[in-house]
Each structure stands twice: as structure tokens, then as C-alpha cells.
């Protein structure tokens, strides 16, 4: 069955610093992998996604992310905090076995001045 | 402009009383689905349908119905509502293809009293 696991609930880091928010992943089939951002009262939107090309994945507002089999790892990264970044984000995973979505807990990202 | 839609965005209703939350999608998507949102949870999918008159039960389908009739919407309905489910619930729609990333509506806070 797969799963997938965001391994910090809460992640609070100064603007300007580097963003890590990590993401592991259980399937027993080739993953898609995406991350999305929920704003506060807002919807969710897409910041990228993995689909069995390139490992390392670019996506909006200077995020990207990377895709470790050996891992089982798909943690996002972005090399500067900006305020604005201040949200809840959302690992998802999909499977070709059976088209099934499945959602991270979410972690919240805080931004300290 | 492509979007997905939901009607009413705030709901309070009492325990009981029958209630429709819409959702419509103009992007031509086959696939479409229904989530809850509780802290602490994620997303949790309800309901998903796959095309016209095909639905089946996500993770937490207990205390909903939905219904396809047409291609662009997807109504979720609660018979009778119990304080449980009091959530923000978010439809989503897709192209089929594991590649196909989920567009989501901008959400609907339901309160039940």
C-alpha cells in the first residue's frame, strides 16, 4: 500500500534563510509526486510535480524539489525564505496501480523576520 | 478562465436538515473528487468519480452521496449532517493520467451544529 509522510508538522525558519520541508514517500509502484501550497483561507495550489523525468523538479516561486528513489524521499527546498512563503504545503502522491491520491498531514511553514 | 467552483462557501446548519454543496469544473475534466480538510489530517478524499455515472468511495465516504450526472459537476450532498462533520471540503478536478496534476476549488467551511 502506499503512503506518504510528512516528517515535520511545523517548520519555522528566518527570511532569507534556506527552506527544507521533508517528504518520504511508500509505494510499491512508479510514483507521480507533487507539492502543493495552501495560503491562509485560501485554496491549494500546485507548486510542482514529478513524473519519472528529470529527478530534480523546478517549480513556482523559486521552490524545487528532488526525487530520491533510493530514499524514497521528495523534499522540497528553496534556497531564500520570503515572508510571503508563509503557508501550509502539501506532499501528495499518485500511483499507476490504481490512480489512488494520497495526502501528507501537511507541515506549516512559519517565516521569522 | 479555467477553474473549479463551490457553492455556498460558508455553510452553518443544524444536525439533520439535508444539505447540497456544489462543485463545477469548465476545464472538461473526467476525473473529479471530493475532500475534507480537518487540522492535524490533511486531506482526506470522500468521494472520487472517474467519468459521467461512475463514482466510487475514497478514504472517509461515511455521511456522504455525491452524483455525476454531467461531466462538469460533481455535487456533494449530506442526507443528514452530524456535528462531524463540520470541516472545510475541497472538490478537485483532473485530466485522467497519473501525470495530471489536480486543480482545486477554493473550498466550502461547513458548520454543523
Known amino acids: 500500500a502506499q503512503s506518504v509522510t510528512q516528517l515535520d508538522s511545523h517548520v519555522s525558519v528566518s527570511e532569507g534563510t534556506p527552506v527544507l520541508l521533508r517528504c518520504n514517500y511508500s509505494s510499491s509502484y512508479s510514483p507521480s509526486l507533487f507539492w502543493y501550497v495552501q495560503h491562509p483561507n485560501k485554496g491549494l495550489q500546485l507548486l510542482l510535480k514529478y513524473t519519472s523525468a528529470a529527478t530534480l523538479v523546478k517549480g513556482i516561486n523559486g521552490f524545487e524539489a528532488e526525487f530520491k528513489k533510493s530514499e524514497t524521499s521528495f523534499h522540497l527546498t528553496k534556497p531564500s525564505a520570503h515572508m510571503s512563503d508563509a503557508a501550509e504545503y502539501f506532499c501528495?502522491?499518485?500511483?499507476?496501480?490504481?490512480?489512488?491520491?494520497?495526502f501528507g498531514k501537511g507541515t506549516r511553514l512559519h517565516i521569522l523576520p | 478562465e479555467a477553474q473549479v467552483t463551490q457553492n455556498p462557501r460558508y455553510l452553518i446548519t443544524v444536525t439533520g436538515k439535508k444539505l447540497t454543496v456544489t462543485c463545477s469544473q469548465n476545464m472538461n475534466h473526467e476525473y473529479m473528487s471530493w475532500y475534507r480538510q480537518d487540522p492535524g489530517l490533511g486531506l482526506r478524499q470522500i468521494y472520487y468519480?472517474?467519468?459521467?455515472?461512475?463514482?466510487d468511495k475514497g478514504d472517509v465516504p461515511e455521511g456522504y452521496k455525491v452524483s455525476r450526472k454531467e461531466k462538469r459537476n460533481f455535487p456533494l450532498i449530506l442526507e443528514s449532517p452530524s456535528p462531524n462533520q463540520t470541516s472545510l471540503y475541497f472538490c478537485?478536478?483532473?485530466?485522467?493520467?497519473?501525470?495530471?496534476?489536480?486543480?482545486f476549488g477554493p473550498g466550502t467551511r461547513l458548520t454543523v451544529l
Open positions: 478537485a478536478s483532473r485530466r485522467q493520467g497519473r501525470d495530471n496534476e489536480q486543480f
Open positions: 468519480s472517474m467519468n459521467v455515472e461512475v463514482t
Open positions: 501528495v502522491v499518485r500511483t499507476d496501480r490504481d490512480d489512488k491520491i494520497i
